[in-house]
């Protein structure tokens, strides 16, 4: 059985696995959805500064990352560091999945369930609090999302192999609330001191907010922030297949 194992039944296997997980569930779809909520505002006349954007706008964008993120960073990273830790990874390795077959299975399973997340807090978004955008930027928008994803679910699982199970999980929490803050998830980056707003923008998930805003605004996505990026994504996808094969040699 294990010697017919493929990246197509590990990614299946690891999508109903997640979506089984009601507790992960709720902090990577319902908790930004009730956040948003919470810190988006009444009224739709009150812009963030220097973004043109209402709080609901700017928040539909920053909460739906938030999402994103904690599926496919937090889940990512500690579900790796465990199965290594059980031999799980060992396992697989005496299987047909070719060597890079667990890393890109990860990323795409990750990937893949942060679409509930995103759906979710859209629909919050036009329901509760009537925010209205053409169709092609509501379609656009989920796909800026999605596709921005695969970046941090290449560094979760850079991160699931380059920790221990013990040491996993507050290494992930720092990683994820100091982009997630830094790059104006939680407030806006105008507010930071200068110094600090020229370092926010070069993070990953500044710019990747930045995708959704200018969807939002009618504009297509800026080539600098999609360059930002590429380039972590090559980035970490590079980082996660040098410690798998370091991983391996290991073993």
């Given at each position: 059985?294990?010697k017919s194992f493929s990246s197509?039944?590990?990614?299946?296997?690891e999508?109903l696995?997640?979506l089984?997980?009601?507790?992960f569930?709720f902090?990577?779809?319902?908790y930004?959805?009730?956040?948003y909520l919470?810190?988006?505002?009444?009224?739709s006349?009150?812009?963030?500064p220097?973004t043109?954007?209402?709080?609901?706008l700017?928040?539909?964008?920053?909460?739906a990352s938030?999402g994103?993120l904690?599926?496919?960073?937090m889940g990512?990273?500690e579900r790796?560091a465990?199965e290594?830790?059980?031999?799980?990874?060992?396992?697989l390795?005496?299987t047909?999945?070719p060597?890079?077959?667990?890393v890109?299975a990860?990323?795409?399973?990750?990937?893949?369930?942060?679409l509930p997340?995103?759906?979710?807090?859209?629909?919050?978004a036009?329901?509760?609090?009537?925010?209205?955008?053409?169709?092609?930027?509501?379609?656009?928008?989920t796909?800026?999302?999605?596709?921005?994803?695969?970046?941090?679910?290449a560094?979760?699982?850079?991160?699931?192999?380059?920790?221990?199970?013990d040491?996993v999980r507050?290494?992930?929490?720092i990683i994820?609330?100091s982009l997630?803050?830094?790059?104006g998830?939680?407030?806006p980056?105008t507010?930071?001191p200068?110094w600090?707003?020229?370092?926010?923008?070069?993070?990953?998930t500044?710019?990747?907010?930045a995708l959704?805003?200018?969807?939002?605004?009618?504009?297509?996505p800026?080539?600098?922030?999609?360059g930002?990026?590429?380039?972590?994504?090559?980035?970490?996808?590079?980082?996660a297949?040098?410690l798998?094969?370091?991983?391996t040699k290991?073993?």
């Open positions: 059985m294990l197509a039944t590990l990614i299946k296997l999508i696995r997640t089984r997980n009601k507790k569930m902090f990577s779809v319902i930004p959805s009730v956040l919470i810190i988006s505002g009444t009224s006349s009150a812009t963030i220097h043109h954007l209402s709080m609901q700017y928040y539909l964008v920053a909460m938030f994103s904690t599926a496919v960073l990512n990273s790796i465990k290594r830790e059980k031999g799980w990874v060992r396992q390795r005496l047909a999945l060597g890079h077959g667990y890109v990860k990323i795409a399973s990750a990937a893949t369930v942060t997340a995103i759906l979710v807090i859209e629909l919050v036009a329901v509760l609090k009537n925010v209205r955008m053409e169709t092609w930027q509501w379609v656009a928008l796909f800026a999302v999605w596709a921005g994803s695969l970046v941090f679910a560094l979760g699982v850079a991160i699931g192999y380059i920790a221990s199970g040491a507050p290494i992930t929490m994820y609330f997630s803050i830094l790059g998830l939680w407030m980056a507010i930071f200068q600090l707003q020229n370092i926010a923008e070069w993070l990953p500044h710019s990747y907010a959704g805003q200018a969807i939002e605004l009618g504009d297509a800026h080539m600098k922030d999609i930002v990026l590429l380039v972590y994504l090559v980035l970490f996808v590079g980082a297949a040098w798998y094969r370091k991983d290991k073993a």
